[in-house]
């Protein structure tokens, strides 16, 4: 079963790809069915520029809400993290612990 996270953001994929050691899993794009010699099969979709993609809490990067889905990137680095506050003023809200839950 598919999670989400308890944060994410959108971003457009052209932001993410400002990042110099950027490398994108495509294939893990969600899937689109798609007519191909007369019959349909599903493939993973072409990632453009002006797509919207999801960057969650723990600076991974999925082509939808679910966490554990459709992952684009996933090598969390200092740098990355670092990218991610600075340029694109990223910062996940801090958890608070349970008995402070309101």
Same mark, same amino acid.
């Given at each position: 079963m598919?999670?989400?996270?308890k944060y994410c953001k959108s971003y457009k +994929?052209?932001? +993410?790809r400002q990042f110099p050691h950027?490398?994108?899993r495509a294939e893990n794009a969600r899937?689109?069915?798609?007519?191909?010699a007369g019959e349909t099969v599903e493939i993973a979709r072409e990632l453009k520029d002006d797509d919207y993609v999801y960057l969650h809490g723990d600076f991974t990067v999925t082509d939808g809400i679910f966490i554990d889905e459709?992952? +684009?990137f996933s090598d969390v680095t200092p740098e990355w993290i670092e990218f991610c506050?600075?340029?694109l003023a990223q910062s996940p809200p801090e958890?608070?612990?349970e008995n402070e839950l309101k």
């Amino acid at each position: 079963m598919a999670r989400i996270g308890k944060y994410c953001k959108s971003y457009k +994929l052209s932001r +993410l790809r400002q990042f110099p050691h950027w490398i994108e899993r495509a294939e893990n794009a969600r899937r689109i069915r798609k007519e191909v010699a007369g019959e349909t099969v599903e493939i993973a979709r072409e990632l453009k520029d002006d797509d919207y993609v999801y960057l969650h809490g723990d600076f991974t990067v999925t082509d939808g809400i679910f966490i554990d889905e459709n992952v +684009l990137f996933s090598d969390v680095t200092p740098e990355w993290i670092e990218f991610c506050r600075h340029v694109l003023a990223q910062s996940p809200p801090e958890e608070k612990p349970e008995n402070e839950l309101k």
